[in-house]
């Protein structure tokens, strides 16, 4: 399914090599989103890569 999703697969394996995600389903194990967090020290961490289907948005 095609969202205007900008990445290239290259760049995907790079996020996944350097964060960990977590992906947001319903009750039937459909998607819905998924966001990723990146480490950076003890003491900090930055989210990102959040995506959500667009059926699940709000709007």
Same mark, same amino acid.
């Given at each position: 399914m095609g969202v205007f999703w900008r990445h290239r697969a290259h760049d @995907? #394996?790079?996020?996944? =090599? @350097?964060?960990?995600?977590?992906? %947001?389903?319903?009750?039937? #194990?459909?998607p819905l989103g998924s966001a990723m967090y990146f480490t950076a020290g003890e003491d900090l961490a930055m989210l990102g +890569? +959040?995506? %959500? %289907?667009?059926? =699940?948005?709000?709007g």
């Open positions: @995907l #394996d790079v996020f996944i =090599s @350097l964060g960990e995600g977590y992906p %947001a389903i319903d009750e039937i #194990d459909r +890569m +959040m995506v %959500a %289907a667009p059926e =699940s948005t709000p």
